[in-house]
T-cell receptor
Framework: DTEVTQTPKHLVMGMTNKKSLKCEQH?????MYWYKQKAKKPPELMFV???????INESVPSRFSPECPNSSLLNLHLHALQPEDSALYLC?????????????????FGEGSWLTVV | AQKITQTQPGMFVQEKEAVTLDCTYD???????LFWYKQPSSGEMIFLIY??????QNATEGRYSLNFQKARKSANLVISASQLGDSAMYFC??????????????FGSGTKLNVKP
C-alpha cells in the first residue's frame, strides 16, 4: 500500500469551478511534488516543495496554485481550468537531500487524482 | 538532450518467461540514482527497484533485478518468470545528486509490457 494518500481519486469540474486536490504523507519526507500525466506519456513535473517552501515551479500556469501548509500536506488549488488540463495528477514525496543510502533516495507516489474538466 | 531514454515503446513476453526492458541515461554527476516504476491502468506509480550510482552490486527485489552498467550508462530492468499481472507501463527514472538538482526527477518515455498467457 502506498504511504502517500491523495484525495479525491476522481474529480469532474467545470471551467468556472474552484476545487482542490489534496495529498498527505507520514514518512517524514521534506520534499513533496506535483506531477501531471497525460495518457500514454510520462509524468511531467509541475511543482516541488522542499522544507515547505516552493523550490521548483516548472512554468505552470497560474490557474494551478500549490500550497504546502505543513511538512505532511500538499494541496493543489484549481481555478478556471481548461479541458486540456484534464489528466492524472500525481503527488509524490521523498527526502530532500541525498541520503547516501540507496533506499533513502526513493520517491514515493500516491495513487493519483483523475481530473476531468468539462 | 534526453536524460533518460527508453527505446522500446511496447514489448510482448510469454507468461513465465523473463523479459528485459532497456534504459539508458545521461548525466555528468558522480552521484545519482536510477529507478524503475510500474504503472498499471489504474494510474498508481508503483516503485519497483532502485540503484544508486555508488552501489557496486546490481539491485534485486524479488523477481526484479536491475542490470546496471555504469560505463555504458545503462540500467536495464529484468523481470523473471513474467506473470499476467506484470502487464503495465514501465518507466525508468533518474535523480541527480547535486543539491540544486536533487529534486528534479527525470522520466523516460515508458515501455508498455504485455504478458501473453
Amino acid at each position: 500500500d502506498t504511504e502517500v494518500t491523495q484525495t479525491p481519486k476522481h474529480l469532474v469540474m467545470g471551467m468556472t469551478n474552484k476545487k482542490s486536490l489534496k495529498c498527505e504523507q507520514h514518512m517524514g519526507h521534506r520534499a513533496m511534488y506535483w506531477y501531471k500525466q497525460k495518457a500514454k506519456k510520462p509524468p511531467e513535473l509541475m511543482f516541488v516543495y522542499s522544507y515547505e517552501k516552493l523550490s521548483i515551479n516548472e512554468s505552470v500556469p497560474s490557474r494551478f496554485s500549490p500550497e504546502c501548509p505543513n511538512s505532511s500536506l500538499l494541496n493543489l488549488h484549481l481555478h478556471a481550468l481548461q479541458p486540456e488540463d484534464s489528466a492524472l495528477y500525481l503527488c509524490a514525496s521523498s527526502h530532500s537531500r541525498d541520503t547516501k543510502i540507496s533506499s533513502g533516495n526513493t520517491i514515493y507516489f500516491g495513487e493519483g487524482s483523475w481530473l476531468t474538466v468539462v | 538532450a534526453q536524460k533518460i531514454t527508453q527505446t522500446q515503446p511496447g514489448m510482448f513476453v510469454q507468461e513465465k518467461e523473463a523479459v528485459t526492458l532497456d534504459c539508458t541515461y545521461d548525466t555528468s554527476d558522480q552521484s545519482y540514482g536510477l529507478f524503475w516504476y510500474k504503472q498499471p491502468s489504474s494510474g498508481e506509480m508503483i516503485f519497483l527497484i532502485y540503484q544508486g550510482s555508488y552501489d557496486e552490486q546490481n539491485a534485486t527485489e524479488g523477481r526484479y533485478s536491475l542490470n546496471f552498467q555504469k560505463a555504458r550508462k545503462s540500467a536495464n530492468l529484468v523481470i523473471s518468470a513474467s506473470q499476467l499481472g506484470d502487464s503495465a507501463m514501465y518507466f525508468c527514472a533518474m535523480r541527480e545528486g547535486l543539491i540544486y538538482n536533487f529534486n528534479k526527477f527525470y522520466f523516460g518515455s515508458g515501455t508498455k509490457l504485455n504478458v501473453k498467457p
